[in-house]
């Protein structure tokens, strides 16, 4: 996230990042891909809040937005916008790319490790799905997803994008693999993420030919 957020200092805005329970300088070991994250992004949320910032914008990549969208409809977080990098549309459809990819059979597999993981860490891994959080989502959104994602599909990414209420774009980038946008699109991601914070979304915005951004459904 590094890169992101000098992408973001450069822009003009501050970026305040976060490492995830178990993950990166935090304590532990676990995760529950999003889920439990959330309240992570709630605790920072308030954090910045109550120390008097009032603009506040959320932006997350895979598990990272999962969390985000959870933070969004269930937990009263209320961001001016939020910018979402390829989460997956339910739990299930994430563990299952993942034996794919290791050549695991999805059944019986796929259940026992949903229910299994969630035993262990206490949550129910089949009410985790990021198409059913997009409902409750009012606020001003930015999608993103790459077309050389492997993880997760662009009919997820439809799937999510059809059930946000309020505004949004949606961005895809032809040289996008699942996150780190920068990598491979560097000026089609900072083009796209720098118009979605500077210009007021509405139903007939326009953006120059080259952009990637779509217009709202």
Same mark, same amino acid.
């Given at each position: ?137 009012? !606020? ?49 991601? !900072? ?27």
């Amino acid at each position: 996230m590094i890169e992101a957020a000098e992408a973001f200092n450069e822009m003009g805005y501050s970026a305040f990042l976060v490492d995830f329970m178990g993950s990166g300088g935090s304590d532990g070991n676990q995760t529950t891909i999003g889920y439990d994250e959330a309240k992570n992004v709630t605790d920072v949320f308030n954090y910045l809040h109550q120390r008097g910032d009032k603009k506040i914008m959320l932006y997350g990549c895979s598990m990272g937005s999962a969390a985000i969208m959870k933070a969004v409809a269930e937990k009263s977080v209320h961001p001016t916008k939020i910018m979402l990098e390829c989460p997956f549309a339910t739990m299930s459809e994430a563990v299952g790319v993942r034996l794919s990819s290791m050549k695991v059979p999805q059944y019986p597999f796929r259940p026992l490790l949903m229910f299994w993981g969630g035993v262990q860490n206490g949550f129910n891994a089949f009410s985790h799905n990021p198409e059913d959080y997009a409902k409750q989502i009012t !606020i001003p959104t930015l999608m993103m997803y790459g077309k050389r994602d492997i993880r997760v599909t662009l009919e997820e990414t439809e799937r999510i994008y059809n059930n946000l209420p309020g505004k949004k774009q949606l961005a895809i980038f032809e040289n996008g693999g699942h996150g780190r946008y920068l990598d491979r699109c560097k000026e089609e991601w !900072i083009r796209d993420i720098r118009a979605f914070l500077k210009v007021s979304i509405t139903p007939s915005q326009t953006f120059s030919p080259k952009s990637c951004l779509t217009s709202p459904l």
